[in-house]
């Protein structure tokens, strides 16, 4: 992240102000479409769009949460310490915080990990997947395909609608129990540190684990299958996704970072390729990649560039859903990220069985100074961590890129593109048909707004 | 109370600060599985419709710390009928509240013959690893009012 703010001069409103306006419409050239405060994303944001002569000229994100400067006070502070701050950016998706700061660590002292370790290490990302994956899909996304306000409604409506809501409960009380069985506790999980974990499962524990995995196994495949029967809005864009890529394994903790156009890069090269902004209306930085601008992250990327990696059952799972991919539909998210809890449930069972306890929790740690970066999958796409220490382990520099980050200013092309679509229809269904935009990424705005560069400057 | 909850109790919360008051009261309970009661605890709101719906229990206790509002201790419980949703409000990840939660299940087609509340208010959800004295000792009594319930109802069949 550059100490410099640049400001975007597509974008030259006030900055995120107070979620206080109401939609205004000027009966001769211009409406403005506006979200005070968005419902069912994580977070504080809002949205508006600016229609001037029967044209869009305008869609800001507007992200007005406070910023909280994770990366300022994580400086002077022991590495070892690094894995339990960051997981406190989000409540969540911890498990990613834990894993990209742990493996760029790893980076820098140049550790390595049995792959026991690594075993595990996935095996708790999968439980982050589902139960993050299937609280969106489930409780906030697919309201949206019904009109519904909320879960409760649409589980109010129909017995069938009551029926995937409660299945979709079975399969995130899975995901929640793998996070507490690796890591020690379902919400902010406390057992993943610096070269492995603090205590290694029972084989007694994961044995009752892939048990309750076992009975959500087929609960998850139809989720999948409803999902895909959703109504999708007939929008597509030729999108440039980014996603981890790696040879035998559907994107986790390792692997190259590619996209949908052409990039193939080693994840320490992401800063050469990718910039940060500043816009005037979001304390969270957006994202850029170089020459181009707005990418996709998330799990359509990843299931359009690595579905050929996911387990046998999630590819056959997702050749039969009569979704021709790679597919450009955004609205198609809510099955991409379906089915990678099918694949998460599926390879979780799959690591358990396989697993063998290695030697030790956790490789022993020997400081050095030095930096390291890397990049892991968090349920809405790529976290890239990037420190420097000094030769006691101490936090030199600290930088910390969330998915959210990174699909902000494609969240904005997105509302500005399908935005002529709603401008005939009322008001509220307008401003909904947005949020559902915008609630195609899941974005986690207590993410994106875990840093902010201050810029002072004295004249 | 006439009837004993039969079968769930549930702390919810987390394991820092006055936060920790539901978690602390279901540990201090730890002897009541004897009489065929389920003690679980939980920090995530979906977590615990999913505990409620696997349950089945007609009857429940849920345990939570309250937002401090200048009375920090004071115990406050309610029956289901006692306690409804701000209509209105939005969902978020994490704005998945307890009654939502507690609304959620009942649209699934679950019913409670009793459902209990009770709240400890928390006289800082700041940072810190240790229960607040006022907490403290409102664990302590909410714990006693809860077993008092227990030695005289009768269970469920």
Same mark, same amino acid.
């Given at each position: 992240m550059s100490n410099e703010s640049k400001h975007d001069p597509l974008h030259d409103s006030a900055a995120g102000e107070a979620p206080d306006s109401k939609a205004s419409v000027n009966a001769s050239t211009e409406r403005t479409i506006r979200v005070a405060a968005m419902a069912r994303v994580e977070g504080e944001g809002g949205i508006t769009i600016v229609v001037r002569d029967g044209k869009v000229e305008d869609a800001q994100l507007r992200i007005f949460e406070p910023p909280r400067f994770f990366e300022s006070f994580l400086r002077g502070r022991s590495l070892l310490e690094v894995p339990d701050i960051t997981a406190r950016i989000c409540g969540i998706c911890p498990v990613a915080y834990q894993m990209s700061s742990c493996h760029a660590i790893e980076k820098l002292l140049g550790m390595n990990v049995p792959a026991p370790i690594k075993s595990l290490r996935r095996l708790l990302y999968c439980g982050e997947w589902i139960e993050s994956h299937v609280l969106h899909f489930a409780f906030l996304h697919a309201p949206d395909f019904f009109g519904y306000e909320s879960a409760i409604a649409m589980a109010q409506a129909k017995p069938e609608f009551a029926a995937i809501v409660r299945s979709a409960l079975a399969v995130k009380k899975a995901g929640n129990s793998i996070v507490e069985t690796l890591?020690?506790?379902?919400?902010?999980?406390?057992?993943?540190?610096?070269?492995?974990?603090?205590k290694l499962p029972s084989r007694a524990d994961l044995a009752a684990l892939a048990e309750r995995l076992e009975r959500v196994r087929d609960v998850a495949r139809d989720l999948v299958r409803w999902t895909a029967k959703l109504d999708f809005p007939d929008y597509e864009y030729d999108y440039e996704y980014v996603a981890l890529s790696h040879p035998v394994e559907y994107p986790m903790n390792e692997g190259r970072l590619v996209s949908s156009k052409g990039l193939n890069i080693d994840m320490a090269e992401y800063p050469d390729h990718f910039e940060e902004r500043h816009v005037p209306h979001s304390n969270a930085l957006q994202s850029l990649k170089k020459g181009s601008g707005a990418f996709f992250t998330g799990p359509l990327a990843r299931w359009n560039m690595n579905?050929?990696?996911?387990t046998v059952d999630a590819r056959v799972l997702g050749g039969e859903l009569g979704i021709s991919w790679p597919?450009?539909?955004?609205?198609?998210s809510i099955v991409a990220r379906a089915i990678e809890v099918f694949h998460a449930v599926d390879l979780a069972i799959r690591l358990i069985r396989e697993y063998e306890p290695p030697e030790r929790a956790f490789e022993p740690v020997e400081f050095r100074a030095g930096s390291g970066a890397w990049i892991t999958e968090a349920p809405r796409g790529i976290l890239y961590h990037r420190y420097e220490a000094d030769d006691k382990g101490a936090v030199v520099a600290a930088t910390i890129i969330a998915p959210t980050s990174q699909n902000q200013r494609q969240i904005e092309e997105d509302l500005i593109r399908f935005a002529p679509t709603i401008l005939d229809i009322p008001q509220a269904e307008a401003e909904w048909k947005c949020e559902q935009v915008v609630r195609n990424y899941d974005p986690c705005i207590s993410c994106a707004t875990?840093?902010?560069?201050?810029n002072i400057v004295n004249k | 109370m006439n009837n004993i909850y039969n079968s769930l109790i549930i702390g919810l919360g987390? &394991?820092?600060?006055?936060?920790?008051a539901g978690w602390v009261a279901v540990d201090r309970l730890a002897d009541l599985p004897e009489r065929g009661v389920r003690l679980l605890k939980t920090g995530d709101s979906l977590s615990l419709a999913a505990i409620l719906c696997e349950a089945s229990s007609p009857c429940a206790a849920i345990v939570d710390a309250a937002a401090p509002?200048?009375? &920090?201790g004071t115990i406050r419980s309610f029956d289901r009928d006692e306690i409804s949703i701000q209509r209105g409000s939005a969902w978020s990840t994490h704005g998945v509240g307890l009654i939502e939660a507690i609304e959620l299940v009942e649209a699934l087609g679950y019913t409670f013959k009793r459902l209990r509340l009770h709240t400890i208010e928390a006289k800082t959800v700041g940072h810190g690893s240790g229960l607040s004295p006022e907490v403290e000792a409102a664990i302590d009594r909410l714990v006693e009012t809860i077993r008092a319930d227990f030695a005289e109802a009768q269970p469920y069949a």
């Open positions: 890591g020690g506790r379902e919400v902010h999980p406390i057992n993943v540190r610096v070269g492995g974990f603090y579905r050929d990696r996911a597919c450009d539909n955004p609205f198609v875990h840093f902010l560069t201050l | 987390g &394991p820092r600060g006055d936060d920790a509002r200048g009375e &920090p």
